[in-house]
């Protein structure tokens, strides 16, 4: 049986997740083997049947912090030093050397994209339409949010920015010097570097169907994580008497790109409102004074299966990242999504123009903004529109990746 190897950013939950569902339909053709640099969300991979590597350098919770906030266009400075991506390089070759694999899967392990064209193996990106190449050639890509308060007009600035981002060449100094160690040539432009041979796309096809793709691009449509997790009891139970009780139920989640300062400025509004709230963001506010402050209504739990919670909820408080806004698309109910970086942003943004979704700006989050929103989201059309999405989710994107994948390289 011939080995794949999936090397996800495993501080990423969307990411890693991801992975997992492409490898559920690729057990049983091939040996699927999982690596990573951090410990976050291994267990994850672990308790899904799958064999884990943890290589060094492997990442502090300070450098993961650093990295979402690179993501989320906070911070330029990032962990990948020389010596760090010379030695994540060298382990990773060390580890398709001992492993062999047919083709590597990853989402943004950027050392990934070195090491497999160093090694000559067949690169695998499974990723959104979102800022890549296509993506920011289309004249009406819809311009970031913070753009749009500026006194320049926000089309004109934002046609700067999208030629500046495409035709930049800049890379960061260590991934050239690692590379030319290696001998090899990196690609001429930044945003072509993040570009596998097969590159597999999970933003729904209704979307950006339209779009002319180059041939190594192919849509496979959604990919979200399905956890094999049962509602805890107690869940249940909160869900069943709120339901009982004619009250709106919430469910919050921001995922690994959430901040504290945010998610309790969110429930410390939540909290005086007439509705019921599960949070499975405990881990963001453990030792927290305000952490027993909420009210009775406010229930903060650790990790969640999203795709059962948000099918019982009548509405989902989320961040933007794909794989949630996909879940929530799923559940046919409507959402509010916070958008904390421009790919986020664009998620939501699809949903909002289709009509089952609002958007919340991070620094929107004050007491008038949220009830407004509420009230409004939870009018008759939304919530029609939200079925009529739920009825259009019946694409199973990690089996087409994997049926991609099975005819390409297996």
């Given at each position: 049986?011939e080995?794949?190897?999936?090397?996800p950013a495993?501080f990423?939950?969307?990411e890693?997740?991801?992975?997992?569902?492409?490898?559920n339909?690729?057990?049983?053709?091939?040996?699927?083997?999982?690596?990573?640099?951090s410990k976050?969300?291994?267990?994850?991979?672990?308790?899904?049947?799958?064999?884990?590597?943890?290589?060094n350098?492997?990442?502090?919770?300070?450098?993961?912090?650093?990295?979402?906030?690179?993501?989320?266009?906070?911070?330029?400075r990032?962990?990948?030093?020389?010596k760090?991506?010379?030695?994540?390089?060298?382990?990773?070759?060390?580890?398709?050397?001992k492993k062999?694999p047919?083709?590597?899967i990853?989402?943004?392990?950027?050392?990934?994209?070195?090491?497999?064209?160093?090694?000559?193996?067949?690169?695998?990106?499974?990723?959104?339409f979102a800022?890549?190449?296509?993506?920011?050639?289309?004249h009406?890509?819809?311009?970031?949010?913070?753009?749009?308060?500026k006194?320049?007009?926000?089309?004109?600035?934002?046609?700067?920015?999208?030629?500046?981002?495409l035709?930049?060449?800049?890379?960061?100094?260590?991934?050239?010097?690692?590379?030319?160690?290696?001998?090899?040539?990196?690609?001429?432009?930044?945003?072509?570097?993040l570009?596998?041979?097969?590159?597999?796309?999970?933003?729904h096809?209704m979307f950006?169907?339209?779009?002319?793709?180059?041939?190594n691009?192919?849509?496979?449509?959604p990919i979200y994580?399905?956890?094999?997790?049962?509602?805890p009891?107690?869940?249940?139970?909160?869900?069943?008497?709120?339901?009982?009780n004619?009250?709106?139920?919430?469910?919050?989640?921001?995922?690994?790109?959430?901040?504290?300062?945010?998610?309790?400025?969110?429930?410390?509004?939540l909290t005086?409102?007439?509705?019921?709230v599960?949070a499975p963001?405990?881990h963001?506010?453990?030792?927290?004074?305000?952490?027993?402050?909420f009210?009775?209504?406010?229930y903060?739990?650790?990790?969640?299966?999203?795709?059962?919670?948000?099918?019982?909820?009548?509405?989902?408080?989320?961040?933007?990242?794909?794989g949630?806004?996909?879940t929530?698309?799923?559940?046919?109910?409507p959402?509010i999504?916070?958008?904390?970086?421009?790919e986020?942003e664009?998620?939501i943004?699809?949903?909002?123009?289709f009509?089952?979704?609002?958007t919340?700006?991070?620094?929107?989050?004050?007491?008038?903004?949220i009830?407004?929103?509420?009230?409004k989201?939870?009018?008759?059309?939304?919530?029609q529109?939200?079925?009529?999405?739920?009825?259009l989710?019946?694409?199973?994107g990690?089996?087409?990746?994997a049926?991609?994948?099975k005819?390409?390289?297996?």
């Amino acid at each position: 049986m011939e080995t794949i190897i999936f090397a996800p950013a495993t501080f990423n939950l969307a990411e890693t997740t991801r992975m997992i569902e492409v490898a559920n339909y690729l057990k049983d053709e091939a040996h699927c083997v999982f690596f990573g640099f951090s410990k976050t969300y291994k267990h994850l991979i672990e308790d899904a049947g799958f064999t884990f590597y943890l290589l060094n350098p492997i990442f502090t919770l300070k450098q993961e912090k650093q990295l979402i906030k690179v993501d989320q266009m906070k911070s330029i400075r990032h962990p990948f030093t020389f010596k760090i991506v010379e030695e994540r390089v060298k382990n990773e070759l060390a580890f398709y050397q001992k492993k062999q694999p047919k083709a590597i899967i990853t989402g943004t392990n950027i050392t990934a994209f070195l090491s497999a064209r160093i090694y000559k193996v067949p690169l695998i990106y499974i990723k959104p339409f979102a800022l890549t190449r296509e993506q920011l050639s289309l004249h009406d890509a819809p311009a970031p949010k913070q753009l749009t308060q500026k006194i320049i007009p926000t089309n004109f600035i934002w046609s700067i920015c999208k030629k500046i981002i495409l035709h930049t060449r800049w890379k960061p100094y260590a991934l050239k010097r690692v590379s030319k160690n290696h001998g090899l040539t990196l690609p001429k432009y930044t945003i072509d570097l993040l570009s596998g041979e097969l590159d597999l796309l999970t933003t729904h096809p209704m979307f950006i169907s339209e779009v002319p793709l180059p041939r190594n691009m192919r849509i496979v449509g959604p990919i979200y994580a399905r956890l094999d997790l049962e509602l805890p009891r107690p869940i249940k139970k909160v869900i069943q008497v709120a339901k009982a009780n004619k009250v709106k139920l919430i469910y919050l989640s921001m995922g690994s790109s959430g901040n504290k300062k945010m998610i309790l400025k969110l429930l410390n509004i939540l909290t005086k409102l007439d509705c019921v709230v599960i949070a499975p963001i405990k881990h963001f506010i453990t030792g927290d004074s305000s952490e027993n402050n909420f009210g009775e209504n406010i229930y903060l739990t650790e990790l969640l299966p999203a795709h059962l919670i948000s099918k019982e909820v009548d509405l989902s408080i989320i961040h933007g990242g794909e794989g949630t806004v996909q879940t929530a698309c799923l559940s046919g109910k409507p959402f509010i999504g916070i958008g904390l970086q421009y790919e986020q942003e664009l998620n939501i943004w699809y949903c909002e123009q289709f009509g089952n979704a609002l958007t919340v700006r991070p620094n929107e989050i004050k007491d008038h903004k949220i009830i407004n929103t509420l009230h409004k989201i939870f009018s008759r059309k939304y919530s029609q529109k939200a079925i009529e999405m739920k009825q259009l989710m019946n694409i199973v994107g990690a089996k087409n990746a994997a049926e991609i994948i099975k005819t390409e390289y297996l």
